[in-house]
């Protein structure tokens, strides 16, 4: 990967949506988000201080949840150097997944990828507003030309493309986009191996911290993040630790 130029100093301006929309997390539930003009994308060194306050990127939207009722979204991160990788069960986890391979590539695309990317929402998201996944969708929302823009591919012993994760490259760590995997390997826990390889691969860099977007209470989506501890979420504007009982 490239070293990554650009300048802080461009202004930027933060817009509301005007409507409501239907919460992805919660039941019954409303949302809104404040997000960046995108005629004033932001540079890689304002990209990654507005992630350690809690903004996120979707494609070419740079976003954060502002709902005026609710404030459940807390951005949440692992702590790359204090993660336990040899407990027992990320331990297993690693060691069934020894004979693949892990990279890091461009995101670009590829009908390989999209394949992979078509037949994880057709299969596990049926009932999410990406289904039926299209080409166009696909692209719109992960292929991307910003120079911090990667994909973490994981590849079986025969090559073949079984993992996928999205992530940017910050500052002080990488970011995790969206993941989608191959079904069919559903024994190799890759939905969590790939965060293990991710976090290893930051600490190998000398980076402290893994974004996982948002974790929300009382949203079975959400749960898988708690078991990365100790996990820090974005509460009142300051990062703490995830309380044990969750």
């Known amino acids: 990967m490239s070293n990554i ?3 802080p100093e461009q202004e930027l301006r933060l817009l509301t949506m005007a409507k409501d929309h239907e ?16 005629n004033t994308p932001p540079s890689w060194y304002q990209y990654s201080q507005l992630s350690r306050v ?31 990788l040899t407990s027992k069960r990320f331990k297993r986890i690693l060691r069934k997944a020894s004979e693949f391979k892990a990279s890091i590539v461009p995101a670009t695309y590829s009908l390989e990828h999209y394949s992979l990317y078509e037949s994880y929402i057709n299969q596990r ?10 080409q166009e969708q696909y692209r719109n929302f992960l292929i991307s030309e910003y120079e911090f823009s990667y994909f973490l591919e994981i590849r ?9 994760t999205a992530v940017d490259l910050l500052d002080d760590g990488f970011s995790a986009i969206y993941t989608y995997f191959d079904g069919d390997y559903d024994k190799y826990s890759l939905g969590t191996l790939v ?35 100790p996990l820090e ?11 044990e009982e969750n």
């Open 233 to 243: 979420i974005l509460d009142d504007e300051i990062w703490q630790a995830l309380p």
């Open 195 to 229: 965060v293990l390889l991710l976090t290893r691969l930051t600490k190998e860099r000398g980076l402290p911290y893994v974004y996982l977007g948002y974790w929300v209470q009382n949203s079975p989506k959400m749960n898988y993040k708690a078991q990365f501890k």
């Open 5 to 7: 130029e650009g300048t």
């Open 156 to 164: 079986d012993g025969e090559g073949l493309l079984i993992a996928a």
């Open 125 to 134: 998201h049926k009932d999410g507003d990406m289904y039926p996944a299209t």
């Open 23 to 38: 919460c992805s997390y919660l039941p019954d539930q409303s949302a809104n988000s404040v997000f960046l003009d995108p």
């Open 54 to 84: 809690g903004f996120r990127r979707s494609g070419s939207h740079f976003y954060r949840p502002r709902c005026s009722h609710c404030d459940a979204c807390k951005s949440c991160r692992i702590l790359s150097h204090e993660l336990n």
